[in-house]
Structures are given as structure tokens and as C-alpha cells.
């Protein structure tokens, strides 16, 4: 929540693009269709805070498992007559309630903030399950990727080593902050396949318009087929690395 409050807070006033043109009110104005139609800055950035936050709480949740197979819990466990991927599962399935916990308080933090969220007229509840809907299935992506590099390794500092190699890239080539027309040709392609950038993209059509258009509609389908084909796909090799991990030596 105190990453989340930094990111809303501060960055999303000192580095609102607002500011630039006098806004005092945070409104983006004639720049509003830039930005996907939200009246301000922290309307667009509320979103890719959520998902920053579904990455970050996945990556550092992973190290628990760590420390498990470092004091010799998982090995104890991998001796019981069940599937080595129940193990991988059970730890995907409680990083994902951890990580659900904290998306909704980052929503309605970004209420009360400076210049804060401000829904598009008439959007209601459905909107709002949808939000939650994506971030859902981008906090399965994270869990699953991040618990497989978990069980994977065996150091607390190789985990750390492998999660800040990781995350950063995936933050900063996503459209959590700004718009993809802000970046330049040849990276436009990653962003538009960055997870974060497919479940800030689908929240953001579904806080900011109440109803959508047959080209939104499409646009929010693909989003989210996108977020579960990485997480059926990370699933699936977190599975072969908990196997392999688990397997008698």
C-alpha cells in the first residue's frame, strides 16, 4: 500500500503531463483522447499502479517459498504421496488471495488522493467486477510465473537477483504510465504485448466508459484472451519447474 500511495500520490501529480500546460485541477483537457479518455492523469495511472502492484506483490510473495525449501519444509512435503505440482499450485493459489487483498484498497486509495480517480459518468458495477476481473487474471500471470522461478532456486539471493532482473523490464515497457503513442516505434510492439499493458488497457475501457463500443468490446476481449493465454502458458512451465525442481535427487 506504501508503493501504491508513492505512485499515485507523487508520482502521478509531480509527474502528471497536466502540469505542463498550468492544469492546476489535474484535468487533462484537449489532451483527454490521449490518454483513452480519462478526464485526469490519475484516472489513466490508477490501473498500472493496481498492476504494478499485482507485479511487485507477486515477484517478492515468491521468496516465502524460497525460505521454505531453504529451512527444508518443501522437502518434507515433496515426500508425501501427492503430485510435486500440488505443491507449485498451492503456492500460486495463496500468493493470488494475498495479492487480491490489496487491489481493491489501491482503487479506493486512489479516490482520496490529490487530483484523484474519477470514473466515467455512468459507469457501474459491472465496470468495476470487470476491473477486478483482469487484475484477477494478472495476478495469476505473476503468481505463476514468480512461484515457478521460486521453487526453481534455491538462495534468497539468486531469487532477489532474478525478480529485480525481471521486474523493472516489465514495468517500464508497459503502458502503466503512459499511453503506447508515447513510445517510440520499435518498443511498441513489447508494450503491446506486456501483461501489464493488456490488463491496465482492458481496466482503464471499464472505468472510463459505461458503456462500450463493438471496437472496445473487441479490443477488451483480446486484452483479456492475452492475460489468460500467459497465465495457461506460465502455468504450464511453472508445472515442468516444480517437477523438475521437487524430483528425488
Known amino acids: 500500500m506504501v508503493q501504491a500511495a508513492f505512485w499515485l500520490a507523487l508520482f502521478g501529480n509531480s509527474f502528471n503531463p497536466a502540469s505542463a500546460f498550468g492544469s492546476s485541477s489535474g484535468s487533462l483537457g484537449i489532451f483527454q483522447h490521449v490518454f483513452g479518455g480519462a478526464s485526469n492523469y490519475i484516472t489513466f495511472l490508477t490501473p498500472g499502479v493496481i498492476a ?20 527444508g519444509y ?106 503506447i503513442s508515447f513510445f517510440p516505434g520499435w518498443l511498441k510492439p513489447t508494450a503491446q504485448a506486456n501483461p501489464i499493458t493488456l490488463a491496465s488497457d482492458a481496466a482503464r475501457l471499464l472505468i472510463i466508459n459505461s458503456s462500450l463500443s463493438a471496437s472496445q468490446i473487441a479490443s477488451l476481449a483480446t486484452d483479456l484472451a492475452g492475460l489468460a493465454v500467459f497465465g495457461v502458458v506460465f502455468a504450464i512451465l511453472g508445472t515442468l519447474m516444480a517437477r523438475n525442481a521437487l524430483k528425488p535427487r
Do not use: H
Request: glycine content about 8%.
Open 52 to 71: 504494478i502492484a499485482a507485479l511487485t506483490g507477486m515477484s517478492f510473495m515468491g521468496v516465502d517459498l524460497v525460505l521454505d525449501q531453504i529451512n
Open 74 to 179: 518443501v522437502k518434507v512435503i515433496s515426500t508425501y504421496p501427492i503430485p510435486r505440482s500440488s505443491i507449485y499450485f498451492g503456492g500460486v493459489l495463496q500468493n493470488i488471495a494475498k495479492g487480491m487483498v490489496q487491489a481493491p484498497l489501491t482503487f479506493l486509495l486512489a479516490f482520496i488522493v490529490p487530483n484523484g480517480l474519477k470514473l466515467g459518468q455512468g459507469v457501474g458495477i459491472l465496470n468495476i467486477i470487470g476491473l477486478f476481473a483482469a487484475i484477477a487474471l494478472l495476478t495469476t500471470v505473476f503468481a505463476t510465473l514468480f512461484t515457478g522461478i521460486a521453487i526453481s532456486i534455491k538462495s534468497t539471493d539468486s531469487f532477489f537477483a532474478v525478480i529485480n532482473f525481471l521486474t523493472f523490464p516489465i514495468m517500464f515497457t508497459s503502458t502503466a504510465f503512459f499511453p
